[in-house]
Structures are given as structure tokens and as C-alpha cells.
């Protein structure tokens, strides 16, 4: 079975401030996809990253940035120099490989206010 | 700009209606798509795949003859809530995967979403 918990419901930080989003996963496929997604009060999914299990390699874009680590099954979120726009729920999610990766599993997500 | 769309953005209606929402992938081929419930305050948990040409699959709980769905066409799927209920007021999503989309970054596009809230 998949799984990806995201143990921090809500976090606020003051603007200007480092944050950083935890994010766990479990799977039994040896292969699978990881992604990021930002929900803003409008609701829709902003996409912000993927990243598959053969590429452990961290990422960084802009403010943001992704810490991928196999062995402890996580996959962290880390934005940087907090900005008020980057309120919002951040979602982990886990796919499975096969299918093409359709088969999403979502965390609960963390409700992120950044105050001014 | 958005490649797949999703249509009503907002619904309110009387208990006892049925609604009809559509999710149209706008410049691809959508063999497969997905629909996603998410109540306030909660994440996003799968409902139905819907496959052109062939019945939906539903996920553990829902029920099918509560939310039908139609994927007619490769660039339409519909998801028709009957007697709606205050209990199915939620925020609804749907998915579309790109032939071949697994090679980009994006396998999935997720539409903007539909509020429904039944009164």
C-alpha cells in the first residue's frame, strides 16, 4: 500500500523567514514518482515539482528547494526568504511508476501562512 | 495556459438535483481521467478513473450509482452528481494524463476544480 504523510498540519512563519515542509512517504514499488503541489485559497493545483526514485538528487528553484532522501523516505520542501504569495496548502504526493504514473496518492497537506 | 478545463468552477443548488460537471482536456488526447473529491480542511482522495470507451472505476466507498461518470469522448469526461445532497458539497478535481506525458515532468493536469455546495 502507498502512503504519504505530512506531519506538520499548519505552520506560520513571518515573512522573510525559511520554512521547510516535511513530507514521508511508504511504498513497496521499488520505482515511483514524488511530486510537490501548491493550493492557493482559489483551490486549483499548482505544480511545482516531480521527481522519480532513481534521481535522488536535491533541486533547486528560485526559493525553492527539494531535499529527496531514499533512505529515510522523504522528500522535504524547503522555501526560502518566505514571501505572503507563498500562503497555501502544500501537497506531497506519491505514484506509482507503472500506468505512467497515474495512480496518485495524496498527503494531507500543510497549511502554510506566511504573516507580514 | 490551462490544458485541461473543468466547467462549472462553482455550483450551488437545491438538495435533490443532479450536476453535471465536465473536465475537457483542451490540446491532448486523454485516454484516462481522474476524479477527485476534497472536503474543507482535507486532502485530495481519488473517487473514479474514467476510461474513454469503457466504465468508470470506482474507488472503495463510492458509490457509483451516487456519481456517475461518461468519458465519451478522448477529450471529455463528465461526472454527474445525483440527488445531491448537503453531505456530497465538496471541492471536486479532475485529471487528465497525457498520452506519453510520463516522459515530461507532468503526467497529469489537474483542471482548476468545482465547488459544489448543495443546499
Known amino acids: 500500500a502507498q502512503k504519504v504523510t505530512q506531519a506538520q498540519t499548519e505552520i506560520s512563519v513571518v515573512e522573510k523567514e525559511d520554512v521547510t515542509l516535511d513530507c514521508v512517504y511508504e511504498t513497496r514499488d521499488t520505482t515511483y514518482y514524488l511530486f510537490w503541489y501548491k493550493q492557493p485559497p482559489s483551490g486549483e493545483l499548482v505544480f511545482l515539482i516531480r521527481?522519480?526514485?532513481?534521481?535522488?538528487q536535491n533541486e533547486i528553484s528560485g526559493r525553492y528547494s527539494w531535499n529527496f532522501q531514499k533512505s529515510t523516505s522523504s522528500f522535504n520542501f524547503t522555501i526560502t526568504a518566505s514571501q505572503v504569495v507563498d500562503s497555501a496548502v502544500y501537497f506531497c504526493a506519491l505514484s506509482a511508476l507503472d500506468n505512467y504514473g497515474q495512480n496518485f496518492v495524496f498527503g494531507p497537506g500543510t497549511r502554510l501562512s506566511v504573516l507580514p | 495556459g490551462a490544458v485541461v478545463s473543468q466547467h462549472p468552477s462553482w455550483v450551488i443548488c437545491k438538495s435533490g438535483t443532479s450536476v453535471k460537471i465536465e473536465c475537457r482536456s483542451l490540446?491532448?488526447?486523454?485516454?484516462?481521467m481522474f476524479w477527485y473529491r476534497q472536503f474543507p480542511k482535507q486532502s485530495l482522495m481519488l473517487m473514479a478513473t474514467s476510461n474513454e470507451g469503457s466504465k468508470a472505476t470506482y474507488e472503495q466507498g463510492v458509490e457509483k450509482d451516487k456519481f456517475l461518470i461518461n468519458h465519451a469522448s478522448l477529450t471529455l469526461s463528465t461526472l454527474t452528481v445525483t440527488s445531491a445532497h448537503p453531505e456530497d458539497s465538496s471541492f471536486y478535481i479532475c485529471s487528465a494524463t497525457r498520452q506519453g506525458g510520463y516522459r515530461s515532468n507532468q503526467p497529469q493536469h489537474f483542471g482548476d476544480g468545482t465547488r459544489l455546495s448543495i443546499l
Open positions: 521527481r522519480n526514485s532513481f534521481d535522488e
Open positions: 490540446d491532448f488526447q486523454a485516454t484516462t
